[in-house]
């Protein structure tokens, strides 16, 4: 069957720190994935989008990965701040959907 | 300007009501999504309407009626509500590209969420 892991449900580290989160799928073959922020009481709120022939894109502290062999994303923060604390969705759309199909998600807790 | 909204924010009612919760967007976006959060904040597809046709309709039971009367709104309605209803219903909208068989959309913009509790 088809599953979206993120690697933890709680991730906490100290300011400063470089944040690493990861989406792991299995029995996808996605045409694209994406990370979305969400914030207490707020709806999710779009980051970054990669494509599955791309490697890496960067959007200021913000980077993502996505290795289709190891069938996996990691999302990095960089420089994290206390205001970065939130939980981080990812999510993959499948050459044949037309649906976002979203993991479970991390929380992340940057420590001052 | 608030892109996606929705109203109500907070619902509570009891089991065996019938109640809706109405979406806009103001995107100029062709595709509005219904999405049901569970306690365990895991997001999960029910509906999506692209130019006001049905398009996604996920295994959801048929208590739940989705509407949309033109591209900018999709309303839901929920009739004999049960305890399992309770959750956060985000509303989203986003802009399919390509034709045909190739569409495929990019970021979609969430709504606030309405928490719905069923007592």
């Known amino acids: 069957s088809q599953k979206i892991e993120q690697n933890s449900e709680a991730l906490n580290i100290q300011e400063g720190k470089t944040a690493t989160l990861t989406c792991n799928y299995t029995n996808y073959s996605p045409a694209y994935l994406q990370w979305y922020r969400q914030d207490p009481g707020r709806g999710p709120v779009f980051l970054l989008l990669?494509?599955?022939?791309?490697k890496e894109k960067r959007k200021e502290r913000l980077k993502v990965t996505f290795d289709t062999t190891l069938k996996q994303s990691l999302f990095h923060i960089t420089a994290s701040q206390p205001a970065d604390s939130a939980t981080y969705l990812c999510?993959?759309?499948?050459?044949?959907?037309?649906?976002?199909?979203f993991g479970s998600g991390t929380q992340l807790t940057v420590l001052p | 300007d608030t892109a996606v909204s929705q109203t109500p924010k907070y619902l509570v009612t009891q089991m065996g009501n019938d109640k809706s919760i109405k979406c806009e967007q103001n995107l100029g976006h062709d595709t509005m999504y219904w999405y049901k959060q569970d306690s365990k904040k895991f997001l999960k597809i029910m509906f999506s309407?692209?130019?006001?046709?049905?398009?996604i309709n996920e295994t959801v039971p048929n208590r739940f009626s989705p509407k949309s009367p033109d591209k900018a709104h999709l309303n839901l309605h929920i009739n004999s509500l049960e305890l399992g209803d309770s959750a956060v219903y985000f509303c989203?909208?986003?802009?399919?590209?390509?034709?045909?068989?190739?569409?495929?959309?990019?970021?979609?913009?969430f709504g606030p969420g309405t928490r719905l509790t069923v007592t």
């Open positions: 990669i494509r599955e022939n791309e």
């Open positions: 999510a993959l759309v499948s050459g044949s959907a037309r649906q976002l199909t």
């Open positions: 309407y692209n130019n006001k046709e049905l398009i």
């Open positions: 989203a909208s986003s802009q399919f590209l390509g034709t045909g068989l190739t569409k495929y959309s990019y970021e979609q913009y």
